[in-house]
């Protein structure tokens, strides 16, 4: 009897460790509350939120976005270099898509000097979502620089470079980033 091999398709596996995917999915559910929550408010309330948006500086938003956006390809290509072996170029990578994530905090500590320092504060609805938002996501991108930290710390030691390490902070570090697209189109965009 003729028996016919039925190739099977390599095994796949999930980046990361499932606890990250989990960590992930709840802050997107989070995040999610939030922007519904924002969103009823603006309906409720267009001019008083369109006049505030008004002094957004949108350039700024614009250069945030490119900052973490660019971050996130260096996290990435730190993946690819860890998977590889190549731990040194990994450790430069992480370095520069962490220094994308200084730069990010130090433009929005910028931008809300900037915009506390003409009156718009937490007084006005649509700046009191603007930095509850906006804060809590800059302390993720906080966690997020001590995720790669940690990468940093593993990749340098012999003993410990797994690359699952690497991969679940690049998941986290992605989702910030994703947060902040989200965010800068309600915030800075939407009209």
Do not use: C
Not at 38 to 44: G, H, K, L, P, Q
Not at 76 to 96: E, P, Q
Request: net charge positive.
């Amino acid at each position: 009897m003729l028996q016919l091999e039925v190739p099977t398709a390599p095994r796949t596996r999930l980046p990361g460790d499932g606890h990250i995917w989990v960590m992930v999915l709840g802050d997107l559910v989070i995040f999610t509350g939030y922007f519904i929550i924002f969103m009823v408010y603006r309906t409720m309330n267009p001019a008083e939120f369109l006049a505030a948006q008004q002094h957004l500086n949108v350039n700024i938003g614009v250069i945030n976005t490119v900052v973490l956006l660019t971050s996130s390809w260096f996290v990435a290509r730190s993946v690819l270099a860890a998977r590889a072996g190549n731990h040194r170029s990994a450790v430069r990578f992480v370095y520069l898509g962490a220094a994308g994530g200084v730069l990010f905090m130090v433009l929005k500590g910028y931008e809300w000097a900037a915009k506390i320092s003409t009156g718009n504060t937490n007084s006005d609805l649509f700046f009191s979502f603007y930095y509850v938002i906006t804060g809590v996501h800059l302390v993720h991108v906080l966690i997020g620089l001590i995720a790669l930290g940690v990468v940093v710390r593993e990749l340098g030691n012999p003993g410990r470079r797994r690359p699952v390490v690497v991969e679940s902070a690049a998941i986290y570090w992605h989702m910030v980033d994703l947060l902040w697209v989200i965010i800068f189109g309600l915030l800075y965009v939407m009209r």
